[in-house]
């Protein structure tokens, strides 16, 4: 395996390196927001479905599949925040 091999950039270089580096931040950032986004309209959606899993008012079989919405809506929302963790915690390699 070889080693990675690092320059330090000067002039115009380390300004434009800058550049890209804020770039591919904000980049990140965006894409962690939409994440978070995406997450809290699953929460809402688990919410709605936990509310109709424990409605006594729907038939059995509508109790079922909506608790098994609302589990899948609770881990699509955190594997979601687990991604956009995932993106804007620093790299460590």
């Given at each position: 395996?070889?080693t990675?091999k ?10 434009q390196?800058?550049?890209?580096i804020?770039a591919v ?13 995406a ?11 936990r509310?109709i899993?424990n409605?006594?008012?729907v ?7 909506a608790?098994?919405?609302a ?10 925040r687990n ?11």
């Amino acid at each position: 395996m070889t080693t990675p091999k690092y320059m330090i950039a000067h002039g115009n270089a380390a300004v434009q390196a800058a550049r890209i580096i804020a770039a591919v931040a904000k980049e990140r950032e965006d894409k962690a927001r939409g994440y978070e986004l995406a997450a809290q309209w699953h929460d809402k959606q688990e919410k709605a479905c936990r509310e109709i899993a424990n409605d006594i008012r729907v038939g059995s079989h509508v109790n079922l599949k909506a608790a098994v919405a609302a589990t899948h809506h609770g881990a699509s929302a955190a594997g979601l925040r687990n991604a956009a963790s995932a993106l804007i915690r620093p790299a460590t390699t």
